[in-house]
């Protein structure tokens, strides 16, 4: 198992636990990996972000590669530049929607795509082993790369209808959160036409306006936002811009499953025949909307790196993760939060309904999730015990436990953060409810032995 790359990437506490000299080490290791340059280097707009772009910059150098600076862009755009542009790789300091005093790196392959998780264990083993190269032929050089943003938008708006867009005069309610997409999801709206009410859009690496996550309970500006401007929907981005929440016009915030079958929906009916891939832990009724259009669903553990990964070697068309991270194929086999809003545009734009009135068209969907703190030795506690419990559970990826034919839970640790993770899905409310609490009082009371 992997001791350094988490569920996404490798993310730490910035001075602590990911110092200076481990993100010079792992860099050293990164290079090796990559062999050649030139490498992009991309970063969110946390405090600590520019200083560790210089030494991965001025590290990668030191071992004869070359690279470009992106400068401050979302996750996904990177991604996209690296794939459009040429490049041998990228890497994007970011620690995606972890708390301020955290930071982190999320290497990207040639093909524009997070690395796989062999990749992360050659990675890994160069580093521990220290042996990266030494002694090169000649320094590398550092630049500028000013094509990046440009690069991305334009990517973007191939794959939509613009010009029906343009003449709907859409109106939106941006929710930044403080983050990257400040510098591309404004734009990208102006592109095509829509009228932008902006919250939290200056960029903050302390996350002052909700945190760097995007949930129901923190996004109550964004839903009186889009009531009181009257918007088509409003929609609330991550720290680095790679996952996405959607608030319909009625100001319901809307979970990461449902705005999925929105989307799955739209696509998958002018693609038939197509693959989706989701994790586990994603609702069941993808599985009914892909058989709706002759289509099949592809499970993977959860994380983004596993459907990205499936996406490429299955050449799938969609992906996407419960917590708003969903993937076009066509664009990038990433998440992608302002492809996701273009989605969403192109679809209203071919629909006489509102938002709120089509996702009533959707099979009902109860879905839910929450999370305890929890120590790694701990998570393992839990998830041994529940195993012993529910013997015949599937055990690929934390516990998933079926409970009847249309209620499951499952729990996992985070690979991200020092907490435990627990989902469910049921027929309705009241069962959904009474399932969290019977499970959540479950893990508490292992943890307490």
């Known amino acids: 198992m992997a001791k350094f790359f988490g569920t996404n990437g490798i993310r730490g506490v910035f001075s602590e636990d990911f110092t200076l000299e481990f993100v010079h080490d792992m860099t ?66 970011t620690a995606s929607h972890n708390p301020p005093q955290y930071n982190g790196i999320k290497p990207a392959a040639e093909d524009g795509v997070e690395i796989s998780r062999e ?6 083993d160069i580093y521990l082993n220290k042996s990266w190269i030494t002694n090169p032929e000649k320094w590398g050089i550092t630049g500028e790369e000013t094509r990046t943003i440009e690069t991305y938008l334009d990517g973007i708006t191939s794959h939509i209808n613009s010009k029906l867009i343009e003449s709907k005069s859409f109106k939106v309610v941006l ?54 401007n009257r918007a088509n929907f409003g929609i609330a981005f991550d720290g680095d811009g790679d996952r996405s929440i959607f608030c319909d016009n009625l100001g319901n915030i809307l979970t990461g499953d449902k705005s999925a079958l ?7 009916n002018q693609n038939p025949n197509s693959l989706v891939v989701t994790c586990l832990n994603s609702g069941s009724n ?43 194929g066509k664009h990038n086999q990433v998440r992608d939060g302002c492809m996701s809003l273009a989605l969403m545009l192109d679809f209203l734009a071919t629909s006489d309904n509102s938002l ?5 068209k959707l099979p009902l969907s109860f879905t839910t999730k929450n999370k305890l703190k929890c120590s790694s030795d701990d998570a393992v506690k839990v998830i041994s015990s529940l195993k012993e419990e529910f013997s015949n559970s599937d055990v690929s990826d934390g516990i998933k436990i079926i409970i009847d034919s249309k ?39 292992i943890i307490s032995r």
């Not at 990749?119 to 890994?124: F, S």
């Open 175 to 228: 929710d930044l959160g403080n983050g990257a997409q400040a510098v591309t999801a404004p734009n990208f709206c102006k592109k095509v036409n829509c009228e932008t009410i902006l919250v939290n859009e200056t960029i903050d690496g302390m996350f002052p306006g909700r945190g760097s996550e995007p949930t129901p309970q923190n996004l109550s500006v964004l839903s009186k936002s889009v009531i009181d």
């Open 119 to 124: 990749d992360e264990l050659i990675i890994e």
């Open 286 to 328: 993808t599985e009914l909307l892909a058989e709706k259009y002759d289509s099949k669903v592809i499970r993977t553990k959860v994380g983004s790196v596993e459907v990205s990964r499936k996406m490429v070697s299955t050449n799938a068309l969609i992906g996407f993760e419960e917590n708003g991270g969903f993937m076009f």
């Open 356 to 360: 709120s009135n089509e996702i009533s």
């Open 28 to 93: 050293l290791a990164l290079g090796t990996y990559f062999g050649k340059g030139p490498i992009l280097i991309g970063y969110d707009g946390r405090e600590s972000s520019p200083i560790i772009c210089k030494i991965i910059t001025s590290t990668l150098n030191s071992i004869g590669i070359d690279c470009k600076i992106a400068g401050l862009v979302p996750t996904p755009c990177l991604e996209y530049a690296v794939k459009s542009l040429g490049y041998s790789g990228g890497i994007m300091i």
């Open 262 to 268: 929105m989307l799955i929906q739209h696509i998958l």
């Open 407 to 445: 209620s499951w839970v499952m729990i996992r640790p985070s690979g991200t953060e020092p907490i435990i993770r627990i989902y469910a899905e049921s027929e309705n409310e009241e069962k959904l409810e009474a399932l969290m609490i019977e499970f959540l009082q479950k893990v508490k009371s």
